[in-house]
């Protein structure tokens, strides 16, 4: 196809998908965020690469290295403050379900090099699900799909106990509150598996799980979260 055609259609293409910035509604183009936005967005900076909590130049934490977790490696989008904070919660509570896919896609460019054989939406209770009507850590899970080389795994995984809300406990009451919480209800022997979820704040959930894919013979469980609360 001749240089000039080709141009053409992908301007086109661009035009098509343009949209308006999910924060400030400015012509974005086809990214969720105008570049003003996207520039001012809580960026991680120096994290640990296995809980992504805040790190010295970005070395494995000594929370990590005194009490290794059952995960091997966090890779959030963003740290959680504002405005990302707010996003989160208009997905999860308000039923903002485009976020999903601006989330999704802020996590894509993120993993574009990383290799897991599946993901793994972190599980609602059957109760919580009713509640809601659908679970936010699945709707990214498959807007990070879509369009790249991973696979979803919708039903590896099920939440056995349906447990208070981690957000309603203390921090030092949340590692007991989901002990036991999970099924793994497939064969992962030797897999690779990235789990997706929302927030990673204490990370007692995401630990839980990854035990769990673990104890049923998963090599390796990476978290991939759309932001990671830092606690100071």
């Known amino acids: 196809m001749a240089l000039e055609p080709l141009r053409s259609r992908i301007g086109f293409l661009r035009r ?22 996207a520039h001012d967005l809580p960026e ?11 790190s010295l130049g970005g070395a494995v934490c000594g929370a990590c290295l005194g009490d290794p977790p059952s995960f091997d490696a966090t890779v959030a989008a963003w740290r959680y403050g504002f405005p990302v904070d707010r996003l989160v919660l208009a997905l999860k509570y308000g039923g903002r379900l485009a976020l999903a896919r601006a989330f999704g896609a802020a996590l894509a460019a993120r993993v574009a090099d990383r290799q897991v054989d599946l993901l793994v ?24 799909a879509r369009g790249t080389r991973f696979t979803v795994a919708p039903h590896l995984v ?21 002990r036991g919480a999970f099924a793994c209800m497939r064969a992962v022997a030797g897999r690779s598996l990235a789990i997706v979820d929302d927030v990673m704040t204490t990370g007692a959930s995401l630990e839980e799980l990854a035990g769990t894919l673990k104890r049923a013979g998963a090599a390796r469980v990476e978290n991939w979260v759309v932001a990671r609360a830092w606690r100071h």
Do not use: K, Y
Request: hydrophobic fraction near 35%; aromatic fraction near 2%.
């Open 16 to 37: 098509l998908l343009a949209q308006d910035c999910i924060l400030c509604a400015a012509p974005s183009g086809d990214t969720p965020f105008c570049a003003g936005c």
């Open 44 to 54: 991680l900076g120096d994290a640990c690469p296995q809980c992504a909590g805040p």
């Open 158 to 178: 099920a939440r056995v106990r349906d447990t208070p809300p981690q957000t309603d406990l203390p921090h030092d009451a949340r590692t007991a509150n989901v």
């Open 121 to 144: 939406p972190m599980p609602l209770a059957p109760t919580r699900l009713r509640e809601r009507g659908f679970n936010q850590a699945m709707e990214i899970a498959r807007a990070l």
